[in-house]
């Protein structure tokens, strides 16, 4: 049956996502800071929103996919947030990557109002929205996961039920120390081959197979070989995603030496200009020290 959605936030992950809810028959209102990013959408039928207040006022669900948790707050409980024309009984997605205790926060603000609410950060980058496939980490009580679910398989091929709300953000926060300290691993394998006179395409190729496969070797890999460095998910994300893992780790009293190591190179990949760039530009980095000697 279709429902009327709303889905804030329609940058590179949120488009393509909201583009799913959209081709399923769903009637899907749209809101974006930047409204021209919208406008894709709203060309196959969407409806364009001025506020994420005015976004939510019809919806039976509300899609979020925004940066941060500030932006999540301010979406949410904001002047102009859903929590201003939201009603009684709406359930509220929240697909963004942000920090846990923001996400129980939000979470018990609406829950007030008779809003029920789930964290269900992403993986699985651009080509993951694009083509259905991501994996989607939720957190909430078993019947509203059991609600949303129809939904959130026309976006995932993984959905998985992780428990309360907050743990899918610290499921997508296991996620990306897996990501990052991958990515920095292939970083220095392809820095190790390129150095040792390696072809890299066949080195890949080599080594995809078998136990020192990975996603970000077979699918970042290439890239940085050819020196496509366009983002799929920016260096700034990365670390804006790397923070909330370090002070999750702090709270807890983690050890995260690799992950911080991580975080300090794509640092410096900051400072040399390279924050808007995809996460493979780590291998710059990485490369660059290498061909200094």
Same mark, same amino acid.
């Given at each position: 049956?279709?429902?009327?959605? @709303?889905?804030?936030?329609?940058?590179?992950?949120? @488009?393509?996502? @909201?583009?799913?809810?959209?081709?399923?028959?769903?009637?899907? *209102?749209?809101?974006?800071?930047?409204?021209?990013?919208?406008?894709?959408?709203?060309?196959?039928?969407?409806?364009?929103?001025?506020?994420?207040?005015?976004?939510?006022?019809?919806?039976?669900?509300?899609?979020?996919?925004?940066?941060?948790?500030?932006?999540?707050?301010?979406?949410?409980?904001?002047?102009?947030?859903?929590?201003?024309?939201?009603?009684?009984?709406?359930?509220?997605?929240?697909?963004?990557?942000?920090?846990?205790?923001?996400?129980?926060?939000? @979470?018990? $603000?609406?829950?007030?109002?008779?809003?029920?609410?789930?964290?269900?950060?992403? %993986?699985?980058?651009?080509?993951?929205?694009? %083509?259905?496939?991501? %994996?989607?980490?939720?957190?909430?009580?078993?019947?509203?996961?059991?609600?949303?679910?129809?939904?959130?398989?026309?976006?995932?091929? *993984?959905?998985?039920?992780?428990?309360?709300?907050?743990?899918?953000?610290? *499921?997508?926060?296991?996620?990306?120390?897996? !990501?990052?300290?991958?990515?920095?691993?292939?970083?220095?394998?392809?820095?190790?081959?390129?150095? %040792?006179?390696?072809?890299?395409?066949?080195?890949?190729?080599?080594?995809?197979?078998?136990?020192?496969?990975?996603?970000?070797?077979?699918?970042?890999?290439?890239?940085?070989?050819?020196?496509?460095?366009?983002?799929?998910?920016?260096?700034?994300?990365?670390?804006?995603?790397?923070?909330?893992?370090?002070?999750?780790?702090? $709270?807890?009293?983690?050890?995260?030496?690799?992950?911080?190591? !991580?975080?300090?190179?794509?640092?410096?990949?900051?400072?040399?200009?390279?924050?808007?760039?995809?996460?493979?530009?780590?291998?710059?980095?990485?490369?660059?020290?290498?061909?200094?000697?």
């Amino acid at each position: 049956m279709p429902w009327n959605v @709303a889905f804030i936030g329609t940058g590179v992950m949120g @488009a393509p996502m @909201a583009g799913h809810l959209l081709g399923a028959g769903h009637a899907v *209102t749209v809101h974006n800071r930047t409204p021209a990013k919208a406008h894709g959408l709203v060309s196959l039928g969407a409806k364009l929103a001025a506020s994420p207040a005015d976004a939510a006022r019809d919806a039976e669900f509300v899609f979020i996919n925004v940066p941060d948790s500030p932006d999540v707050r301010e979406v949410c409980l904001g002047e102009n947030g859903i929590i201003r024309s939201v009603r009684k009984g709406t359930l509220v997605i929240d697909h963004s990557t942000i920090s846990p205790k923001v996400s129980r926060e939000v @979470a018990a $603000e609406l829950e007030k109002l008779g809003v029920e609410f789930l964290d269900a950060p992403v %993986s699985g980058g651009d080509i993951g929205a694009r %083509s259905a496939t991501l %994996s989607i980490m939720v957190g909430g009580s078993d019947a509203v996961f059991d609600r949303a679910l129809p939904l959130l398989r026309l976006m995932g091929k *993984t959905v998985t039920h992780t428990g309360p709300v907050g743990t899918g953000q610290l *499921t997508k926060l296991v996620n990306q120390i897996l !990501v990052t300290v991958t990515n920095l691993a292939t970083c220095e394998a392809l820095a190790f081959a390129r150095k %040792s006179g390696l072809n890299l395409e066949k080195t890949i190729e080599a080594v995809s197979g078998g136990a020192g496969g990975s996603w970000q070797l077979a699918n970042l890999g290439p890239r940085m070989v050819k020196g496509d460095f366009r983002p799929g998910f920016t260096i700034n994300l990365q670390q804006k995603d790397l923070r909330l893992v370090l002070e999750a780790g702090e $709270e807890g009293e983690v050890s995260l030496l690799a992950t911080s190591l !991580v975080h300090q190179l794509f640092s410096a990949a900051q400072s040399a200009g390279y924050g808007r760039e995809g996460t493979q530009a780590l291998f710059k980095v990485v490369d660059g020290l290498s061909q200094r000697h």
